[in-house]
């Protein structure tokens, strides 16, 4: 059966059954990734690297981080060729299973004490994995939801679901830490940061079982019908869209680096310079992600009746901003004021990672959109998010002060604001046609 011959209720039934397994699949993928980012603060440094001075170990605990995010674009070539050779779904499947197994591994990766330094070559090698599923996640995940989208009117918050998973996978990753950390003693050192990774098993089972169960995409299909797949999607796409890729990248700037100063570093800086405790960053962190659950949907559809690029500069700008207010907040060491520093950091990267999974997607022709946007998102990831928490770790020694970190996330909103106002907005536009530029 053709995309176009479902009656409108069996279209409608499908669509939501894709926006349900595109956000079930991030949150598994985001869960599974910000476990591990949790987890190199608190523990990783002390496991991994107990020669090193402190701040030395935090630092090479972070490089290990980082190394999942060089592998994202890495698993965005491979993926988006297949997601555009072979379809959507299968795509997402696999990297469903790359990305869950490879969690699973790093719950049975032994320490410095027993293998020395090869225990942190191991966790090298499984993050590496980790970030090539996550890589090629992403476009998979917003295209399924976005083509099977009927009008154009919404498409801005159906891709905005799939993004949901970030701040889903935060509250459950950070639930999960929390719940163990209050393990007696030195329990959650020795032991009880692996069993999240081991329950992530059973998150992947769940993801798997919903994706079987879906209809490859109209898009994809109408493309097969009419023998128009590409033979070499990544290839053609960098010839073809070199600037919207490079655009899509720089857009990322103010909401992808940032990020993780506010969700991973924030946790190294609140326990050892700060000296505040584990449980008030953790708890923090749970009801800034729950209010994203609002706020990251709601700004999907906002960007469908103002506009994507509108929306998106606005949280750009608000973002360069506030690193400053949030660094004199969590300075006063008042748990009052580091609970609302945290919880409010994360609203205006939702204005912006609301609206992105269209913004991005929409920039790239039907035939070479799974490769254009996923490489496009995921380059961001090499010298945005990936070296984040390095720099803002990196800059702390140097000045020792949270303002020389707020400087940083100012110029990554500077960078933003320019690169999206070099995007075209095809908001309520038809990006059915065969090259729509």
Same mark, same amino acid.
């Given at each position: 059966m053709s995309a176009n011959e479902l009656s409108a209720e069996d279209h409608a039934r499908q669509l939501r059954r894709a926006i349900v397994a595109s956000t079930i699949g991030t949150t598994i993928e985001w869960y599974d990734?910000?476990?591990?980012?949790?987890?190199?603060?608190?523990?990783?440094?002390?496991?991994?690297?107990? =020669?090193?001075?402190?701040?030395?170990? !935090? +630092? =090479?605990?972070?490089?290990?981080? #980082?190394?999942?995010?060089?592998?994202?674009?890495?698993? #965005?070539?491979?993926?988006? *060729?297949?997601?555009?050779?072979?379809?959507? @779904?299968? !795509?997402?499947?696999?990297? +469903?299973? +790359?990305?869950?197994? #490879?969690?699973?591994l790093v719950a049975l990766v032994p320490t410095y004490a027993s293998i020395g330094i090869w225990g942190a070559v191991l966790l090298t090698l499984v993050r590496f994995i980790q970030g090539v599923g996550v890589g090629g996640e992403w476009g998979g995940s917003v295209l399924l939801a976005m083509e099977w989208t009927r009008t154009n009117a919404h498409r801005g918050f159906a891709a905005s679901w799939p993004q949901l998973g970030v701040p889903a996978g935060l509250f459950l990753a950070n639930l999960a830490v929390?719940?163990?950390?209050?393990?007696?003693?030195?329990?959650?050192? !020795?032991?009880?940061?692996?069993?999240?990774?081991?329950?992530?098993?059973?998150?992947?089972?769940?993801?798997?079982?919903?994706?079987?169960?879906?209809?490859? %995409?109209?898009?994809?299909?109408? +493309?097969?019908?009419? $023998?128009?797949?590409?033979? #070499?999607?990544?290839?053609?796409?960098?010839r073809r869209h070199p600037k919207e890729i490079l655009l899509s990248a720089f857009a990322r700037m103010a909401e992808n680096a940032p990020f993780y100063v506010f969700t991973a570093f924030v946790f190294s800086y609140g326990v050892t310079t700060l000296k505040v405790s584990r449980d008030l960053l953790l708890f923090s962190m749970l009801v800034g992600s729950l209010i994203s659950l609002v706020t990251v949907p709601l700004s999907g559809y906002l960007s469908d009746r103002f506009g994507r690029r509108r929306i998106y500069i606005i949280g750009a700008v608000l973002t360069g901003l506030y690193g400053f207010l949030y660094f004199a907040l969590l300075d006063t060491i008042m748990p009052f004021w580091i609970f609302i520093a945290i919880v409010v950091s994360l609203i205006p990267h939702d204005i912006m990672y609301g609206p992105q999974a269209a913004l991005i997607a929409e920039s790239f022709t039907g035939r070479l959109r799974y490769s254009g946007a996923s490489l496009g998102y995921q380059l961001a990831s090499i010298f945005a998010g990936g070296p984040a928490p390095l720099i803002a770790t990196a800059l702390f020694a140097s000045y020792r002060s949270g303002y020389a970190i707020a400087w940083y996330i100012f110029i990554c909103g500077v960078i933003s604001v320019v690169a999206t106002l070099m995007l075209k907005d095809y !908001? $309520? @536009?038809?990006? %059915?046609?065969?090259? *729509? *530029?």
């Open positions: 990734f910000f476990l591990y980012s949790t987890v190199t603060g608190l523990v990783f440094a002390k496991l991994y690297f107990p =020669q090193s001075d402190p701040l030395v170990g !935090t +630092l =090479q605990a972070f490089l290990i981080y #980082a190394v999942g995010f060089v592998a994202r674009p890495v698993g #965005a070539a491979i993926f988006g *060729h297949y997601g555009d050779r072979i379809g959507r @779904k299968s !795509t997402l499947i696999a990297t +469903l299973l +790359l990305m869950g197994v #490879a969690t699973f929390l719940a163990f950390s209050t393990l007696s003693g030195d329990q959650f050192l !020795t032991w009880g940061w692996r069993v999240p990774f081991l329950l992530s098993i059973f998150l992947v089972g769940l993801g798997l079982w919903i994706r079987l169960g879906i209809l490859e %995409t109209p898009t994809f299909r109408r +493309l097969v019908e009419e $023998n128009r797949i590409e033979r #070499a999607p990544m290839l053609e796409v960098l !908001t $309520n @536009k038809d990006i %059915t046609a065969e090259y *729509h *530029h």
